[in-house]
T-cell receptor, first 112, second 114 residues
Framework: AAGVIQSPRHLIKEKRETATLKCYPIPRHDTVYWYQQGPGQDPQFLISFYEKMQSDKGSIPDRFSAQQFSDYHSELNMSSLELGDSALYFC???????????FGEGSWLTVV | AQSVTQLDSHVSVSEGTPVLLRCNYSSSYSPSLFWYVQHPNKGLQLLLKYTSAATLVKGINGFEAEFKKSETSFHLTKPSAHMSDAAEYFCVVRFGGATNKLIFGTGTLLAVQP
């Protein structure tokens, strides 16, 4: 069965650069979530979208922005990268906001 | 306040012995509860979920969990641990109301000794 696809899987950027992570939800899923997991940390909720509209917002820095497109894929844009942004970024999707949430494999971002 | 607590950060068992990973939540709403497993350098895999149907939920790889409303608990168990079960386990709660985001527990690292 198709799963949540994230790209790139690994990304290395320098401080103050910009990075974009992409997420392709499971087909027919209309809700996308972004989580950040720092080294040795539990995943922290960043932001979610339902039907292309932001539905919930967590601890997402102002330097980050995200959107969900007409085909339901989502992109997380991160600017002015800092060393502390180095983390595993998970995207997840669900059908509506009350059904099971499935996670992608994650995108490793390393800021040097 | 809505929260989820995993009572043990590390659990070590011997192969073939039972596993118990504890999770408690606090919420004024009826929650949906999940257990996810994360193997080293891997993504989060859904083990099982409770969404107000049967209180005893069976998941993959022989795991199960029981929702006990009176104790606000959702402990994860397995009768016999396998070496491949060594991983980090997250108890995750989605509370009712206006929000649909997941709240993660801090995780329990399960070590399985031969």
């Amino acid at each position: 069965a198709a799963g949540v696809i994230q790209s790139p899987r690994h990304l290395i950027k320098e401080k103050r650069e910009t990075a974009t992570l992409k997420c392709y939800p499971i087909p027919r899923h209309d809700t996308v979530y972004w989580y950040q997991q720092g080294p040795g940390q539990d995943p922290q909720f960043l932001i979610s979208f339902y039907e292309k509209m932001q539905s919930d917002k967590g601890s997402i820095p102002d330097r980050f922005s995200a959107q969900q497109f007409s085909d339901y894929h989502s992109e997380l844009n991160m600017s002015s990268l800092e060393l502390g942004d180095s983390a595993l970024y998970f995207c997840a999707s669900s059908l509506g906001g009350r059904n099971t949430i499935y996670f992608g494999e994650g995108s490793w971002l390393t800021v040097v | 306040a809505q929260s989820v607590t995993q009572l043990d950060s590390h659990v070590s068992v011997s192969e073939g012995t039972p596993v118990l990973l504890r999770c408690n939540y606090s919420s004024s709403y009826s929650p949906s509860l999940f257990w996810y497993v994360q193997h080293p350098n891997k993504g989060l895999q859904l083990l099982l979920k409770y969404t107000s149907a049967a209180t005893l939920v069976k998941g993959i790889n022989g795991f199960e969990a029981e929702f006990k409303k009176s104790e606000t608990s959702f402990h994860l168990t397995k009768p016999s641990a396998h070496m491949s079960d060594a991983a980090e386990y997250f108890c995750v709660v989605r509370f009712g109301g206006a929000t649909n985001k997941l709240i993660f527990g801090t995780g329990t690292l399960l070590a399985v000794q031969p």
